[in-house]
């Protein structure tokens, strides 16, 4: 019984180009990061505010 599974294998080979997605990913990634630091400078200046309307 045991052989009898082991002839049952089954072995695929598959070869896929991801180098368009990997591009994509990363363009993705670097508006991302762009996004990130934009919310920062923003947070900073919600911040800046903040503090200066609690001075008065």
């Not at 368009?20 to 991302?32: C, F, M, P």
Request: charged letters at 40%; aromatic letters at 0%; proline letters at 0%.
């Amino acid at each position: 019984m045991a052989e009898m599974r082991e002839s049952n294998k089954l072995v695929v080979k598959v070869d896929v180009d991801v180098s368009d997605a990997l591009k994509g990913l990363k363009a993705l990634r670097r508006e991302a990061n762009k996004t990130l630091k934009a919310l920062e400078k923003l947070q900073r200046k919600v911040n800046e505010i903040n503090m200066s309307m609690q001075l008065r």
